[in-house]
């Protein structure tokens, strides 16, 4: 995987992208698009709108970023308007569907992997504001977990603790919280 050298946030989550292929010059422009104090916990890449580009979830918003030579293209769904997100996946691809605002999101081909880490990241991030909670970062547990195996919810766990997007102390704890629900 090539090294970015961006900021070591940006860094880490690029280091978990199993390919940055149409993604790095948007890796490289991502700090310019980022407010004061945020900071990005997961990446990935998808098609949305006309063109190829990188998703990040940072703490405060999911964001969309293409930065081609002829045209750049940015749009954030800051948390507090993001109603659901949908997941649909393929073999190797999937769709990440994000309702917002009245609005309606479709972030195509995505990595079935990234994608569907992503999407229950932004599940637990939403419920977690939902039950009044601080933006923290995004929980292991998300509402419908009942819906998920151990299995997959220890697998998610495991991505957001390698991406940095909770620290070592929330790993242990959400993960015996997994294994206590058995």
Do not use: C
Request: no cysteine; net charge neutral; hydrophobic share 40%.
């Amino acid at each position: 995987m090539a090294k970015f050298d961006v900021r070591p946030d940006i860094d880490a989550a690029a280091e978990q992208l199993q390919s940055t292929l149409g993604s790095k010059r948007e890796i490289q422009r991502l700090p310019e698009v980022l407010w004061e104090g945020e900071t990005v916990q997961m990446l990935a890449t998808g098609v949305y709108g006309k063109g190829n580009g990188l998703v990040a979830m940072t703490n405060k918003r999911l964001i969309f970023l293409k930065h081609g030579v002829m045209s750049q293209q940015l749009e954030d769904f800051p948390y507090g308007r993001i109603s659901s997100v949908q997941w649909s996946g393929g073999m190797l691809m999937g769709t990440l569907t994000v309702f917002a605002s009245g609005n309606k999101a479709e972030i195509k081909q995505m990595p079935k992997d990234a994608g569907k880490a992503l999407a229950d990241a932004l599940r637990a991030r939403l419920a977690d504001l939902e039950s009044g909670g601080a933006p923290a970062a995004p929980a292991a547990v998300p509402a419908a977990a009942g819906a998920q195996s151990v299995e997959a919810r220890l697998q998610t766990l495991d991505q957001l603790r390698a991406s940095g997007a909770i620290t070592d102390e929330e790993y242990r704890d959400r993960r015996g919280k997994i294994l206590d629900s058995l």
